[in-house]
């Protein structure tokens, strides 16, 4: 079974730049969660889909980021215009209901 | 805040002994993870326990939960070079969003 995949990898942009970061869960999640690492510092949850209808984004630090998950399966994450604050590592997680949540590799998002 | 919060914040053994993590947390839960990081990767779960039970085991893991002063602790038996990584703990109020801390960083040293 594939696991929780994102893309890319690595960004590396410039302030004011845009980025839009992808997740694709695990088939057959419904739940699907974005993270996001500042360095040296916690992991702090952003916001929770459930299919295509966003349960809580309480996390979003501000209205530069935009989360959306057309048609309930893979979800973007973009980062408009971005800040050297936005630099970390957006991590990506999707699980059944009740379930252990199951964790991407992560985007490490670099912003000069 | 409600994160967990680990400690230590580093730790560095010899390979084949015991390493042990704390997490605490603030309020109530419904469940806590601990999660793996190995370097530039992402998060793997380890183990999950609920607010009802006191200890559980997977292989060279066990996890204890004490929420009566709301910690719970990883142990890893019979360290291996390979356990090198960040372990994290999760906790969670609604069965959704879960709250981490800052992590462990864990050095095995061959």
């Known amino acids: 079974e594939a696991g929780v995949t994102q893309f890319p990898s690595h960004s590396v942009i410039e302030k004011g730049q845009t980025v839009t970061l992808r997740c694709d869960p695990i088939s057959g999640h419904d739940n699907l969660y974005w993270y996001r690492r500042v360095m040296g510092k916690e992991i702090k949850f952003l916001l929770h889909f459930v299919k295509e209808s966003k349960q809580d984004e309480s996390g979003m630090p501000n209205n530069r980021f935009l989360a959306e998950r057309t048609g309930g399966t893979y979800s973007t994450l973009k980062v408009q215009p971005a800040e050297l604050e936005d630099s970390g590592v957006y991590f990506c997680?999707?699980?059944?209901?009740?379930?252990?949540?199951?964790f991407g590799p992560g985007t490490r998002l670099t912003v000069l | 805040s409600q994160q967990g919060e680990e400690d230590p914040q580093a730790l560095s053994i010899q390979e084949g002994e015991n390493a042990t993590m704390n997490c605490s947390y603030k309020?109530?839960?419904?469940?806590l993870q601990w999660y793996r990081q190995n370097s530039g990767r992402g998060l793997v779960h380890l183990i999950l326990i609920r607010s009802n039970e006191r200890e559980k085991h997977s292989g060279r893991l066990r996890v204890t939960l004490d929420t009566s002063k709301k910690s719970s602790s990883l142990l890893i038996t019979a360290s291996r070079a390979a356990d090198t990584a960040s372990y994290f703990c999760?906790?969670?109020?609604?069965?959704?969003?879960?709250?981490f801390g800052t992590g462990t960083s864990l050095t095995v040293i061959p």
């Open positions: 997680a999707s699980s059944q209901r009740g379930s252990e949540q199951f």
């Open positions: 309020t109530s839960i419904n469940n």
């Open positions: 999760a906790t969670s109020y609604t069965g959704n969003q879960f709250y």
